[in-house]
């Protein structure tokens, strides 16, 4: 059981009122706060240990380095991984994401080829494989998702075909909160050859993750929404697909030996790491995921749960309340439209009230298609809010409902 007061106390920006009301912070989709923990890493780096990693042989630099493949070693430890250098530094989930389609693309992808993703897909999943499209003469094919939010996986043996390349995926949608069976979409996608990147943005903070028992071929997922920092983010790789590819970008400490003739590129993971990384955030985000260790990320899910339960049954009290995502596995995430009234209309009187949450498509333009809506107003729970916010939450549409009524 977790104390969430107690835990509240570890977010400082929680503590604070807007509009001369308390915050409630439901924006956790789209950003995560970070826990004071994190804070202090980030400043006592900056304040006492500063120095850029791989380059220089003096103190500071060395004990930097450390610090930067021990972070490593932990987000291995973190997602199942088997080796260290299977796990690449980047600034988040879409270059993650842009990394592999460019990469894998240049190498592996021809005309006439397809990339197969989901309807539920977050732009970052459909944008970088299209470009590719564009470049190599390639086309986008996508898995149907059904009313519930779900992925209709009866269409994936006919959707995969000899000229499917690779198969993207998000782990939890954005806007539904349905967690994929992400497994077993590899299976069958293997099954056919074909291998597989799961989006795990939405994922990796609210579900167990391992990579090695979902034998996905890529993971990503991005600090910032895991209680780590901004500007940092991860892509994991089997060594196989990682030894082969091209590297995405030149330049400093990817290389073992330049000479104008010819380059001699590092070996993993540095071959992915050009230039200077962004190492106080990749030890920031160390730090965020050993504090979810310590907590223990089965009685967060099981706390996330139970607010998703009494959130879902509370929003329900209000008239007219249609929810978006119904799937019996979906993180606390709730997508939702009220009769008539326009999204945006909802969020900013919500704002007023002091509750911080999403409006709009949420980067998933093509699934809000799929339900012929514009957007929607997006409650996005995690484990340090509580049943009273979901309580001021209710409260609050319902004063919105009379006053636009
Ligand atoms: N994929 C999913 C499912 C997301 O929810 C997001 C962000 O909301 C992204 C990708 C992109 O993440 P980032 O903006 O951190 O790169």
């Not at 439901?26 to 791989?54: F, M």
């Not at 493949?69 to 796990?87: G, S």
């Not at 780590?228 to 073992?256: A, H, N, S």
């Not at 089965?298 to 009290?317: F, G, P, S, V």
Request: aromatic letters at 8%.
């Amino acid at each position: 059981m977790l104390d969430i007061q107690k835990i509240r106390k570890d977010f400082p920006i929680l503590d604070q009122q807007v509009y001369g009301k308390p915050l409630v912070y439901l924006d956790n989709g789209a950003t995560t706060q970070k826990p004071r923990v994190v804070l202090e890493t980030i400043e006592r780096l900056y304040d006492r240990e500063n120095s850029n990693v791989h380059r220089g042989g003096h103190h500071l630099s060395v004990i930097t380095t450390e610090h930067y493949e021990a972070a490593r070693e932990t987000v291995r430890q973190f997602i199942h991984a088997a080796h260290a250098h299977e796990i690449i530094f980047t600034h988040g989930t879409t270059s993650s994401i842009n990394a592999v389609a460019f990469s894998f693309g240049e190498k592996y992808v021809r005309a006439g080829d397809e990339i197969l993703l989901t309807e539920m897909e977050h732009h970052a999943n459909i944008v970088p494989w299209q470009m590719l499209c564009e470049r190599k003469g390639a086309s986008l094919k996508v898995i149907p998702v059904n009313e519930a939010g779900e992925l209709r996986l009866e269409t994936l043996d006919t959707l995969i075909t000899e000229k499917t390349r690779l198969l993207a995926v998000t782990q939890v949608s954005n806007v539904l909160g349905t967690v994929n069976p992400v497994k077993e979409i590899v299976e069958i996608a293997h099954r056919h050859g074909v291998p597989v990147l799961v989006d795990g943005a939405q994922g990796i903070q609210h579900e167990i993750t391992d990579v090695t028992d979902m034998d996905c071929d890529f993971y990503v997922f991005s600090g910032h929404k895991i209680y780590g920092p901004t500007g940092i983010g991860v892509l994991y790789g089997k060594e196989k697909w990682l030894e082969e590819m091209p590297p995405y970008q030149g330049g400093g400490d990817m290389i073992k030996k330049v000479t104008f003739e010819k380059t001699i590129y590092e070996d993993l993971p540095l071959k992915f790491e050009a230039g200077t990384m962004n190492y106080i955030g990749a030890i920031g985000l160390a730090t965020a995921l050993d504090y979810l260790r310590d907590l223990g990320l089965e009685n967060i899910m099981a706390w996330e749960q139970e607010l998703l339960d009494y959130a879902t049954a509370r929003l329900k009290e209000v008239p007219e309340l249609k929810i978006y995502g119904n799937s019996s596995h979906k993180t606390a995430i709730l997508s939702f439209l009220i009769g008539d009234l326009h999204h945006s209309d909802v969020g900013t009187l919500l704002d007023k009230l002091g509750v911080a949450v999403r409006t709009g498509h949420h980067c998933a333009q093509p699934l809000c298609d799929h339900y012929g809506i514009a957007g929607t107003v997006r409650a996005s729970f995690t484990f340090y809010n509580t049943k009273e916010e979901a309580d001021w939450l209710l409260n609050s549409l319902l004063r919105i409902v009379e006053m636009l009524k």
